[in-house]
Structures are given as C-alpha cells and as structure tokens.
C-alpha cells in the first residue's frame, strides 16, 4: 500500500505564501501522477493542481498564477507553493498519489489519498 503525508499547512494573512509538501512512500510501487486537492466546510472537494511524473502540469482556474505545482521524483514528494492567497483558498488541502504496481504476472493500479492539512487564510 502507497502512504501519502501531507505538511506545511497554518494560518497565514490574506496576500501572504504557503509551501505544502506531500510525501508518497510503498515498497515495491511506482508513483505516478500526484495532485493537490482541496475541500471546504460544505463544499464538494475539487482538484487545485497536479503534476505527472514526467513534470507536465495542470491547474484549476482559480489556481493559475497563483500556485505551482512541483516534485522532486528522487523522494516521490510533490510541492505547492501558494501565493497571493485569498480568504476563498481556506481548506483542508489534500494530496493525491496515482500508484502502479507488479505482482503474479499483472499490473495493478490504484491511488491513495492523505489526511489533509489544513490551510486558513484571515481577511
């Protein structure tokens, strides 16, 4: 099984920066595509941004220019780095790790979610 740990969350001001991290882990499995997602109290969780394993990226409209999406293959962990944040960005932002891996002659594929970390930005 792949564990995915997310860190880097807090409080921060309208306008201010954040850095999450996401750490994926899992002998024996080959990490693919991770992403960042987010949920609010109420609201349906939507992705921010993801990145392939080959560096190509994608972002939600609210993210683009604000955020970036990066990761360092070495150590399967992933980065967003948020900027010029808006009380609207407070949530629990969440990390997305794609997997595959080879046993008894097959490919299997799934995916693992972390538990969150919370993001709050004060107007």
């Known amino acids: 099984q792949v564990q995915v740990v997310e860190s880097g969350g807090g409080l921060v001001q309208a306008g201010g920066s954040l850095r999450l991290s996401c750490v994926a882990s899992g002998s024996g499995y080959s990490i693919n595509d991770m992403g960042w997602h987010r949920q609010a109290p109420g609201m349906q969780r939507e992705l921010v941004g993801s990145i392939t394993n080959a560096g190509s990226t994608y972002y939600s409209d609210s993210a683009k220019g604000r955020f970036t999406v990066s990761r360092d293959n070495a150590i399967n962990t992933i980065y967003l780095q948020m900027n010029s944040l808006k009380p609207d960005d407070t949530a629990v932002y969440y990390c997305?790790?794609?997997?595959?891996?080879?046993?008894?002659?097959?490919?299997?594929?799934?995916?693992?979610w972390g538990q969150g970390t919370q993001v709050t930005v004060s107007s």
């Open positions: 997305n790790a794609a997997y595959e891996t080879y046993s008894d002659g097959s490919m299997y594929f799934g995916d693992s």
